[in-house]
């Protein structure tokens, strides 16, 4: 499950949507997000992969 950066982004903007309507919700998302950012964040740093500048 290797989500692509801008899926990270994606998925983090819909938890704080979620946060304005159902706060339950958007507590159990975000701890799914965060586990999930988690794995892949160890994975490219065992990769040697260098992660993405954000591109604001």
Do not use: C
């Amino acid at each position: 499950m290797h989500f692509s950066w801008e899926k990270h982004l994606e998925l983090s903007r819909n938890v704080a949507v979620a946060s304005d309507e159902n706060l339950g919700m958007a507590l159990a998302l975000m701890g799914v997000a965060l586990t999930m950012l988690a794995k892949d964040l160890l994975a490219h740093e065992l990769n040697g992969s260098a992660l993405p500048s954000s591109r604001s």
